[in-house]
């Protein structure tokens, strides 16, 4: 899977799971992959505050990206 392959699943992830954060006020930015491994996204609006946020990163944004880019081994946020 070439970088910008890569990038698109993982554009796809974050739309299939964008309007579960947006309903809590909430969204999600892609910053960077990093070696093709490594996704740097940026929790923005209600999720930075949200006790939960780091729940909803491992289990939700993660899982979600791991599904259409099986090569991804973490998922962070970077405030």
Same mark, same amino acid.
């Given at each position: 899977?070439?970088?910008?392959?890569?990038?698109?699943? /993982?554009?796809?992830?974050?739309?299939?799971?964008?309007?579960?954060?947006?309903?809590?006020?909430?969204?999600?930015?892609?910053?960077?992959?990093?070696?093709?491994?490594?996704?740097?996204?940026?929790?923005?609006?209600?999720?930075?505050?949200?006790?939960?946020?780091?729940?909803?990163?491992?289990?939700?944004?993660?899982?979600?990206?791991?599904?259409?880019?099986?090569?991804?081994?973490?998922?962070?946020? /970077?405030?």
């Amino acid at each position: 899977m070439s970088s910008e392959e890569l990038k698109l699943n /993982v554009e796809k992830a974050l739309d299939e799971i964008r309007p579960f954060l947006q309903s809590d006020g909430g969204d999600i930015n892609l910053l960077s992959i990093d070696e093709d491994k490594l996704v740097k996204v940026q929790l923005v609006g209600a999720c930075t505050s949200c006790s939960v946020n780091q729940m909803t990163l491992k289990s939700g944004v993660e899982m979600t990206i791991k599904k259409y880019a099986p090569q991804i081994e973490r998922v962070i946020n /970077v405030e």
